[in-house]
């Protein structure tokens, strides 16, 4: 008998490649933050000074304040106006965060369109995995999630809600002193590889590196996958800290989805004003397009923007910092921006105290009537190099050059965009006293000696040391960021995140509240006591 050739089966096979791939999609991770843990961090031996400052009190309150405002979050989010209501959430996911501080951990967004997950598995222990359990159905009860549902699934138990129109759910398990939570419409499924894993190796998460933290974010598959984040025109971010001898190395890997428009150039620094003693010295190149894109700078009316800026710093009593700016034309660029400049201010800062003045006969701009400053701007001409030096006191007379080996940190690195140096401890008193000033400036309240922030940089500032930091452009679509540093973050970084902290909207804005309006009679009268809730003495 003659066999038919069956005409159809390739177009089938043809149209099942095609197409069931499209229907059941792989699941992706675009997101991925794991973190070593304090048993992994301390058995490393490495970056001991970060280790050290972590144990001081001042610190575990600095922490303790930030993470009882963090515990009030997902009240806020959800719109729960009733403050018992709030609390009680608060009270049940305070002790979940504390365990998050000290606890391996990984969090992970994964999933398909329509179908993602938020998963975060925590190596917390059996008591406090019981913990967790109690919380989180507590949490999920005052959330009004939905109707809890018992699970036993992979010799791990827990309990689920499941997803509805008003609720992306809530899922946890534990079992062998691990905790695994997810929420999203696909929150049970995206933990079944976990459960396998935990059941067949006795971890559900592949053990970390040498990184304390360790980040991999492609917001845009994000975007794809969770409408939350659809819309961020970020790059894809990779992001690690990690411990070296004393230190903390910090890097980071920005992937863009065009080349850069930076437009390099030779360094421009004028070497023969920046002068001893320095605390701190930065400069970076390929800024104009930046500058060309702030609303503020459009304000200015200049006709020339720098491409690239100098900042440094000296010990001084009022932390003099003056900055550069390489210009062809820098008088021009001061009778351009002069008549512009103050109602520029006044968007910073609406009650603008005192009184800008432009010198047109000596090319000038200036800031009179400020307590303890008085900031200016003008031309400055160093061997032949025309520039626009600002600062916020007046120029020291020249003293002794740097050493040469800091300007050479610049040579033969045509990647280089960013070079900064600083001695943490000197910097953070001056941006703390910078900031108390502007707080002045600006009718905000000052920074309190009692403030957990406060306390916290007065008892680590000793222990800070020098701060490197260095951007390059290390392809035409990608930035690379490496830091070595003692904590991780720079002077003005700490009294910035500090600030933060201590500020009523943390962690949603950044907000300093108005300073308080002291009227006479609230002033003590001879012989009496100030009343016990008088505010604290500023630094």
């Not at 159905?137 to 008003?166: C, F, I, N, Y």
């Not at 409408?227 to 230190?247: I, N, Y």
Request: glycine letters at 8%.
């Amino acid at each position: 008998m003659k066999r038919t050739k069956n005409r159809f089966l390739p177009v089938f096979l043809s149209l099942w490649v095609v197409f069931v791939p499209c229907l059941f999609a792989a699941p992706t991770t675009p997101l991925t933050l794991h973190y070593l843990g304090k048993a992994g961090i301390q058995a490393s031996g490495e970056g001991l000074t970060a280790v050290e400052l972590s144990q001081r009190p001042a610190t575990k309150r600095l922490l303790s304040v930030a993470l009882d405002k963090l515990s009030r979050a997902p009240a806020t989010l959800h719109g729960i106006k009733d403050d018992a209501t709030a609390t009680s959430s608060a009270d049940a996911l305070r002790p979940i965060l504390g365990d998050l501080l000290t606890a391996e951990s990984r969090l992970e967004l994964t999933g398909t369109p329509g179908q993602w997950a938020f998963r975060l598995a925590a190596m917390v222990g059996p008591e406090a995995a019981g913990n967790w359990d109690k919380h989180l159905r507590a949490l999920a009860g005052q959330m009004k999630l939905g109707s809890v549902e018992d699970l036993k699934q992979e010799g791990l138990t827990g309990w689920q809600v499941a997803p509805t129109d008003h609720s992306q759910g809530l899922v946890f398990l534990q079992g062998r002193g691990w905790a695994l939570v997810a929420t999203g419409p696909a929150a049970l499924p995206a933990l079944a590889p976990w459960q396998l894993a935990l059941a067949s190796t006795g971890r559900p998460i592949p053990k970390a590196g040498p990184a304390w933290i360790d980040l991999h974010a492609d917001w845009k598959a994000m975007g794809e996958l969770c409408a939350c984040f659809k819309g961020l025109q970020l790059p894809a971010t990779r992001f690690s800290v990690t411990g070296e001898k004393e230190m903390l190395r910090t890097s980071a890997t920005l992937d863009f989805a065009k080349p850069l428009p930076v437009r390099q150039e030779a360094w421009n620094i004028p070497t023969n004003l920046i002068n001893e003693p320095l605390v701190s010295f930065s400069t970076c190149r390929g800024l104009e397009q930046i500058l060309a894109r702030s609303p503020l700078i459009k304000k200015l009316a200049l006709k020339e923007l720098p491409n690239q800026a100098t900042i440094w710093g000296q010990s001084s009593f009022r932390g003099q910092t003056l900055m550069t700016f390489p210009l062809s034309q820098p008088t021009n660029a001061i009778v351009q921006m002069g008549p512009h400049l103050p109602a520029a201010l006044q968007e910073v800062f609406p009650d603008l105290p005192g009184t800008v003045y432009w010198l047109s006969n000596k090319s000038e701009i200036v800031w009179r009537g400020l307590p303890l400053m008085s900031p200016f701007i003008k031309p400055y001409f160093s061997a032949s190099r025309p520039y626009l030096i600002a600062g916020v006191v007046p120029v020291l007379g020249p003293t002794n050059p740097p050493p040469p080996e800091l300007f050479a940190q610049l040579k033969g690195r045509d990647s280089l965009l960013y070079y900064g140096w600083e001695i943490t401890q000197a910097r953070l008193l001056h941006h703390r006293h910078y900031l108390q000033l502007g707080s002045i400036v600006a009718g905000r309240q000052g920074i309190q000696t009692n403030d957990a922030s406060f306390v916290f940089q007065q008892e680590i500032q000793d222990k800070l040391g020098n701060c490197i930091s260095e951007l390059d452009l290390s392809a035409p679509a990608q930035l690379t960021f490496t830091r070595r540093s003692a904590i991780g973050l720079t002077g003005l970084e700490l009294v910035l995140l500090g600030r933060w902290i201590d500020s009523p909207g943390f962690p949603f804005t950044f907000e300093i509240p108005r300073a308080p309006v002291i009227r006479p009679e609230d002033f003590p009268k001879a012989g009496k006591a100030p009343p016990a809730d008088a505010p604290a003495a500023t630094p």
